[in-house]
Structure formats: C-alpha cells, structure tokens
C-alpha cells in the first residue's frame, strides 16, 4: 500500500504535471466531488484533499496516475464486520459459550443486533427492550455444497454438535428476544422496499475515472481491480485469523477450507459426517433414495467444503413445568477461509 504522498513522489519522478485517477467507491458526496474537479485540478495536490488517508487505499498506476479504493465497499467492509464480530465475542464468552450483549463493544454490539434484526424483526414490530439483558453465542456450521454428475448443486449444512455448544444453547434459554407483534401486510411491503433501496445504495460500488488520459481508463480499472483483490485476501487473512482461536476453542476439527473435483480429497472426517447425514436424511435433498444420494455425493463432479459461523440466539424460553422446550435461531454471519 502507497500513501498518496508516496505516490505523488513517485509521480513527480515520472516527470508528471497531471495525473490520473481511478477511484472505487460507493460514498455518493466523494464521487460528486471528483466528478466536479476541473481539468486544472486532474492532479495529485487536489486528488489527496479529497481522499481520506484512513478510508482510502492507493497504489501507482505505472506512471499515469493513481488507483484509490474504499476500504468501505460492501464486500470489503463485510469482512472486517464479521472479523470485529468475532474478536469482540470471543474476548467477552463466558464458559457457557455464549456472550451478553451489553459486554460487547458498543460497535460490535450494533453489529449483532443489525445482524438479528435483518432476520428477525422483518415484518414484525418488538417492543421497547433493554439490550442489554440479551445474550448470543456462535455455533459453527460446517457447509459442503457439491455439484452432482447431472450439474444439480446440492447445499447440507450440519451445525456443530459437543459439549461447548449444548452448553451454549441450554444457556441461551435463559436470555430470551422479545416476542414480536406481527405488522399489517401493507408495512410490511412497505418495509421490505424501504429495506431493498437502502440495500441497493449500500452495496452499490462505482468506479470514477479523473484525467487527462480518458482513453487510459481500461487500464486503470484493471490496476483498480488488481488493487481490489489484493486487500479482499488481506481481509480475507485477518478475518481466518480472528476466527481461527474460536473455533479451536470450540473444538471444531475441521475447519480449513476445501474445493476439489475428486472425492477422496475431502478429509475423513468430512466424508464420514455428511455422508452420514445424507444417508440419515436424503429426501429434502432431492434424492430417491438412500443409496441414490450416497453415490450423488461421492461420484460429484465437484465440491466446496468450509465453515460458517452461525450467531444463535434464544426466540422462545419455553416452560420446563409443562415440558415445552425453548426455541432458538441461528443465522450464519461469516465463513472462515472461503
């Protein structure tokens, strides 16, 4: 990574008066402002104004300008969520494996709370309730997908099953979400368009070329893109190393990404567990039979094995004197090494 000023020296060294830019992002008052630069500001001086060092990574562009890209595009900003999501639960769990919510930072906190509440609160309205009082855990979910020799792709998630998480989830009965109100089929509509504009503009991203040299821009969105791919496995990295200690904690042993084409590639104890599954439960599947997904799944053509991280939380307390268990949800948030 370049700091502007790095890449004005580096510039000024290539004899540049102007420079150009290639800026990806999805802040609508940045773009305005690039778009509204004059040809006698296209260069670095009026660029590094406008860029905020902590919100931008730029790198040369082989002497024609800069490339600048938001660290807060939606695919970027996601993975450093789940990896201050992860780092922040597993700082405050308790033996039990799950965490109060009021512990958490108050960002991390947020973050859970968004991440229930896209789920959860859609189409219903909750009463006023203290945060505070509420606890989650993270159950990790082991996630194979395989492509059939047919091209049919078939998805079987297996939360997992120890003592860590049967801990976790008897605990979380003791911290209930609130029961909601269910809204009329009007709000609701309305409210799941007010949530897909607002989703549409979040996840938006755009690439904004500044310069002299228009014809340039091609080559400039490949050093963008080049640029782009290089900091999604930096937070790639930093997310899988956040979650690593987790899930050691957890003792879940297997846990490292896979993707092949060959069966026998898979780990032992991944062939073992699904193929258990399948065999056990077929029919949401698609399958006929028993054997018929037994060998759907080891003659594949492909498969992509990793695991998800699921945040779980208690939807029901149940009634112990009457027999009638608690009910509980879990949304898968982030994976590890895919």
Not at 145 to 159: C, Y
Not at 266 to 272: C, F, K
Request: hydrophobic share 45%.
């Amino acid at each position: 990574m370049l700091s502007i000023l790095a890449a004005a020296v580096a510039l000024q060294a290539a004899a540049a008066t102007s420079a150009n830019l290639v800026l990806v992002t999805n802040d609508a008052a940045i773009i305005k402002n690039f778009r509204a630069l004059p040809a006698n500001s296209w260069n670095i001086a009026s660029y590094s104004k406008l860029l905020k060092q902590d919100q931008f990574e730029v790198a040369t562009w082989n002497g024609y300008g800069i490339v600048a890209v938001d660290r807060n595009i939606p695919w970027l900003s996601e993975l450093e969520r789940v990896r201050a999501l992860t780092s922040a639960v597993a700082a405050k769990m308790s033996e039990d494996g799950t965490v109060q919510i009021g512990d958490l930072p108050p960002e991390a906190r947020s973050a859970a709370l968004e991440i229930i509440g896209e789920h959860v609160m859609m189409g219903a309205q909750y009463p006023a309730f203290n945060a505070n009082t509420l606890a989650v855990g993270i159950n990790p979910i082991a996630r194979l997908q395989f492509t059939t020799g047919d091209g049919r792709v078939v998805n079987v998630d297996i939360p997992t099953e120890n003592k860590q998480t049967a801990a976790m989830r008897a605990s979380l009965t003791n911290h209930p979400f609130p029961q909601p109100t269910p809204i009329t089929p009007s709000a609701l509509a309305a409210d799941q368009s007010k949530r897909a504009e607002a989703a549409s503009v979040r996840d938006s991203v755009k690439f904004v070329f500044t310069g002299p040299l228009r014809a340039r821009a091609p080559d400039g969105i490949f050093e963008a893109s080049n640029l782009m791919l290089k900091m999604k496995k930096e937070a790639m990295q930093r997310r899988d190393d956040a979650i690593r200690p987790l899930l050691e904690r957890m003792k879940v042993a297997e846990a490292e990404a896979v993707a092949t084409s060959t069966f026998s590639d898979l780990p032992q104890s991944v062939r073992d567990t699904f193929g258990q599954n399948l065999t056990y439960d077929w029919r949401p599947y698609g399958f006929a039979s028993q054997a018929d997904a037994l060998a759907a799944f080891q003659n594949a053509r492909s498969y992509n094995f990793h695991v998800e991280l699921g945040l779980t939380y208690c939807t029901d307390a149940g009634d112990p004197t009457r027999k009638f268990s608690g009910g509980l949800g879990m949304i898968s948030f982030g994976s590890f090494g895919h």
